[in-house]
């Protein structure tokens, strides 16, 4: 029957506003305070939605606003996992795991499925649709950090070069052309640091 | 060049980021804080993702994620009316206009005007799209409202029949399956606390 249907689909969406109650590294962009993964999810979808046409030929924008809209719902059980700090890359995969098969399994059987599916798409990093919108995810902290004068660069005292190591080649892999344009901003950056 | 044209896109998406500094009157579904207008647009993207299923024919789910993932940014310069308050209607639709104008003005003129002429669409509420989009962000705060034991509902006073006539009849019109859903439900809770 729709109604229970949608009693699924309700359990899903009121369990899923707890990913504003997450808190990330990286901070708004005047610094007043840390980022929450709900409203970071809404920025990534919008530079998709804004950024869509410098994605490599054959990506469905569409598809990766979708997959940016679910990408960190896992971090309602797993919590966030700051990408400079140190974690067990394994459990926490595990974690995420667990997490998915809860949380997806709380929609109708089908609907499930599938929106399991697309997350574990983006978690694969194989497919064009995965590496842009990977690549937005990587993308947005080190603007937000620009913006903001250093953030979670500072809190976790990051080096020029682990940036490139971390988040520069994600960046580069799925969008080379917003890697073109961020590269030389955040090597001033570092260089104005030193 | 594309590099001068990332450069406005990027001023658009940082100025984007004051949203996550905008509160909303609804709560967060467990009561602890106000929502902000940039976590409520993700919020209410992520229901048209699972909830599209159930727009009436001919509704395009991924322009409606669209609309909603820009529906609010006028409140950067506008502020968020809440629905149950008093509001000079004319004046707030002068200034979200002037936002309108201002925000999607920091984007490349050909971008600016697309995205503007989506948010237009959303404020007409006229086409399938947007009844579908405008019934999506009415039918999120009562569900929230529901979650946290009452929400705006108490610190506004509200009454059922209001809630109807400014509420209800919006959802009905765009998206008639999820009033059918929720009504019974709001009614139950008005009537227990009669």
Redesign the interface.
Known sequence: M??DR??A??D???T??????VSRATT???G?RS??S??H???V???A???G??APEGVNT?RV??ML??HDLVEIDAGDAPIFGEHDAAALAEQESAAAERLFGL?PGD?GRA?RALWDEFEGNVTPDAQFAKALDRFQPP??NL?SGGGSWISYDVQYDTLVARVGSKIAHGAP??W??LQPRVAAFFERMR
């Open positions: 729709s109604s949608i009693s689909q309700m899903f969406l009121t899923a506003d707890q990913l504003k109650s708004l962009a005047d007043s980022e929450n709900a409203e999810s809404w920025h979808a919008l530079y939605l804004v950024l046409e410098h569409d606003i979708r809209l679910l929609l609907q929106l603007n937000q913006a052309m917003l073109d344009w």
